[in-house]
């Protein structure tokens, strides 16, 4: 059985923790501290909790004024740069930011009121461990200030800076409070973009991607405008409109699909599907088959996707686009395919037994639905 993620917050981590807060604050009792910490609802505390927990329990040991908390913190993560798995990690992609991300939660949790002291740290916590749910209370309390700031950071030297400048004021950041006026709005985000949509670092313009998909769920115009300006200016740029077009491409957007050369379905079709299980039992896989048919007299580039219907609690049925290829098919070719749609259980989706629908979609047009049954 797979290690529950809350548990990344063990003892290895505890014991290197606490070496660095012994170093860092006078007379620092590490009995007192695990015992505060490893309390008696501690293996009912699930991850957010654990990691507010630990933040909270620190604030105890730190100095009460925050800007002198604040400066342990930082040299507290000088402590741990030394420690051997600071020095296995450190090149990494966030190095220790799972485990270190209570460092930035003390921020968000005590600093919303300082906001020179916060802002500053945060530019330093974040080279260290990501600030990018942080920022975002921030953003919500100082709009004009924040941006103005993340405006700046696009501009910085290290590039776990410049991602933060994206990351954290994407409009709807997964697992994070969303961000109303630039969901609304999200002109103060494209001059932020703008800096970085070519950045050197591959991480950070894949951020880009994402807050652009985030900007195309509420205003897809903005998206489609930018991914025309933005479109062959080099091979990063070009990756980045189309990864952060991915939802407009699934929502069948006529305007993105003509932007990247997909607009056309003539003499395009569908034969011979079949679905292979119409019985599907839970823990097990839908499969079905078709053959695709190009009748053009030139090879055609098709975004071939399949629209899956899941049975919800209230017996309504709710669409999911899943993508097959995005490729040239041969002139006048005949292409069989068979697909495979797992319904194994997990956390993150809850399967409703009865009738559920599956579709071809080609270029954004759809085909008509097939049953299949969903059963124990």
Not at 9 to 21: G, Y
Not at 258 to 287: M, Y
Not at 310 to 333: D, P, T
């Amino acid at each position: 059985m797979a290690e529950l993620f809350k548990n990344i917050w063990n003892e290895l981590f505890f014991d290197e923790f606490t070496k660095a807060l012994k170093c860092t604050i006078d007379n620092f009792d590490e009995h007192l501290f695990l015992s505060q910490i490893i309390d008696d609802e501690w293996e009912n505390k699930e991850f957010s909790q654990r990691g507010t927990h630990i933040s909270a329990t620190m604030k105890c040991f730190l100095p009460a004024d925050y800007k002198d908390a604040i400066a342990k913190i930082l040299e507290l993560i000088n402590h741990v740069k030394e420690t051997p798995h600071w020095t296995s990690v450190k090149d990494t992609q966030f190095g220790l930011s799972l485990e270190y991300s209570i460092l930035a939660e003390f921020v968000e949790l005590y600093g919303l009121d300082d906001y020179e002291t916060s802002v500053s740290a945060i530019e330093e916590i974040t080279q260290f461990t990501s600030c990018e749910f942080t920022v975002r209370p921030f953003i919500i309390k100082y709009p004009d200030e924040m941006m103005k700031q993340m405006l700046a950071w696009s501009k910085h030297k290290h590039w776990s800076v410049r991602r933060l400048a994206s990351e954290g004021c994407r409009p709807r950041l997964p697992w994070s409070m969303a961000l109303p006026n630039l969901k609304k709005d999200p002109a103060p985000i494209i001059p932020i973009l703008e800096n970085l949509k070519n950045d050197t670092s591959e991480i950070v313009r894949k951020s880009v991607a994402n807050n652009l998909n985030d900007i195309a769920k509420d205003n897809p115009q903005t998206v489609i405008d930018l991914a025309r300006k933005w479109q062959g200016e080099s091979k990063n740029t070009d990756w980045v409109i189309k990864h952060g077009c991915r939802t407009l491409l699934k929502q069948g957007n006529q305007e993105a699909f003509e932007l990247f050369g997909l607009n056309t379905v003539k003499n395009i079709s569908i034969q011979d599907f079949q679905i292979l299980t119409p019985r599907v039992n839970i823990g097990k896989s839908l499969e079905f088959s078709f053959k695709l048919l190009n009748d053009n007299k030139e090879k055609v580039r098709i975004r071939l996707e399949y629209g899956l219907y899941y049975q919800k609690a209230n017996g309504s049925l709710s669409k999911k686009v899943c993508k097959i290829s995005e490729k040239e098919y041969a002139a006048n070719s005949i292409t069989p395919i068979t697909r495979k749609q797992s319904f194994r259980v997990i956390t993150t989706r809850v399967f409703h037994l009865g009738a559920h629908q599956v579709s071809v979609i080609i270029n954004g047009n759809e085909s008509e639905k097939h049953d299949f049954e969903l059963v124990e």
